[in-house]
């Protein structure tokens, strides 16, 4: 386990910042996982005009979720999310990044 590896752990097991989620797998498997939610603004520019929209996006440690994929389903304190797009890695290849909209 690298010196990267015991980080992202830290931050994920932080109850300052990670949150714990229930997984639904497009397979039906169930899983227990930690996540950090992040919400950005994000700007769309659309027939010339310019939004400004709100993003719901999480990260989910690929230990945890090595096949996170589209359509996958998320439980986060009780409210069901689906994740949209295909889920990014980071250049580690230690964490997923997920769009995600209510179910």
């Not at 010196?3 to 990670?18: E, H, I, K, S, T």
């Not at 227990?32 to 999480?58: F, K, M, N, Y």
């Amino acid at each position: 386990m690298t010196v990267f590896d015991r980080a992202v752990d830290r931050l994920f097991a932080d109850p300052n910042l990670g949150l714990a989620a229930h997984r639904v797998d497009g397979l039906g498997g169930q899983s227990s996982i930690r996540i950090l939610r992040r919400r950005p603004d994000e700007l769309t520019t659309w027939g010339g005009a310019s939004l400004v929209t709100d993003a719901d996006l999480i990260e989910v440690r690929v230990s945890e979720a090595p096949n996170l994929a589209a359509g996958d389903m998320l439980v986060i304190a009780g409210e069901a999310f689906r994740v949209v797009g295909e889920p990014q890695r980071d250049a580690d290849r230690l964490v997923w990044s997920a769009q995600v909209s209510p179910a």
